[in-house]
C-alpha cells in the first residue's frame, strides 16, 4: 500500500508539473507587417489607460498604445499622440511562440 501511495504522488506530481510547464510554453499575439511598419497586439492589460497593450515599430522608432476590438475593427489609442488608428480585424495575423 505503501509504494501505490508514492507512485500516485508521482503520478499527480508528474501531471501538475506538464501542464504547468506546457500553459506557460506558448505566448500569442497579433501582427500586422507591411514593408515599412509592424504594429504588434497583445493580450496583456496596457498599462496607462484601459484596454489591452500594443506598439508599433517604424524605422527603429516604437510607439506604444492601448488597443479594444469595436465593430469588427481594432481602434487603437497611442501614447504619444493621443490619436486613434482603426485597423480591420482581418489584415492581422495570429502569432505564437512555443
Not at 501538475?16 to 507587417?33: C, G, I, K, L
Not at 514593408?35 to 493580450?43: N, P
Not at 496607462?48 to 492601448?66: I, M, N, P, T, W
Request: hydrophobic letters at 50%.
Amino acid at each position: 500500500m505503501k509504494y501505490i501511495t508514492w507512485l500516485v504522488l508521482f503520478f499527480v506530481l508528474s501531471c501538475v508539473f506538464v501542464v504547468a510547464r506546457n500553459a506557460h510554453a506558448a505566448q500569442q499575439w497579433y501582427e500586422f507587417q507591411t514593408d515599412t511598419f509592424r504594429i504588434v497586439l497583445m493580450e496583456k492589460e496596457c498599462p496607462s489607460k484601459a484596454g489591452l497593450g500594443a506598439f508599433r515599430e517604424f524605422q527603429g522608432d516604437v510607439a506604444y498604445g492601448c488597443w479594444s476590438l469595436v465593430a469588427g475593427k481594432v481602434h487603437i489609442l497611442w501614447d504619444k499622440t493621443n490619436r486613434v488608428s482603426a485597423i480591420p480585424l482581418e489584415v492581422f495575423v495570429r502569432k505564437e511562440t512555443q
